[in-house]
């Protein structure tokens, strides 16, 4: 399966989701606690036919923003790659990566690694940070609506049996 890689002009930020889109973050530290990668999805919840958007933004143990990170992303869903960069960059701290459409609502796992700071048209050895360091994250897909749907019936059904069988007297 191929996927669309979104990039940004140098120095410009990465594109914006659609803001009506519900969104889900999700936060991983590398090992020694130095960098942070905070992931966002579009939609929330991995939905069939639809493509998903990540949001990625890359921090130091401070908060601010890592430029010239490298990095590799690898995004699976039910044992198939349906994304793989492994030759991630962003200037600014934040990027965007965009999956094709999903072939189902299963759940998504994402790897992120960090290959370490530095140009990447430069000695890979010169880079510094965390190199090799993999975070991984599971979105799962929201059950609300559906639950909230579940609910609302069976409230409705209690009160129409309650109705007509007449368990509950009149006071």
Known sequence: MTAQVIVSASGAPPPTPNPSMNMTMLQAMSSDQSEMVMIDTSPAAPTSGQPLTISLN??????????HQNYAITVTQDGKSILDNPTGHTHTGLDTQTTSALTSSDPVDITVTFNGVGLPNTDPSTWTGPKGDMVSFHVVPEFGS??????????????????????IPKL
């Open 146 to 167: 559906i639950a909230s749907i579940v609910l609302a019936i069976a409230v409705v059904s209690i009160v129409v049996l309650t109705t007509k069988t007449r368990v």
């Open 58 to 67: 890359f921090t130091d143990s401070s908060g601010n923003n890592i430029k």
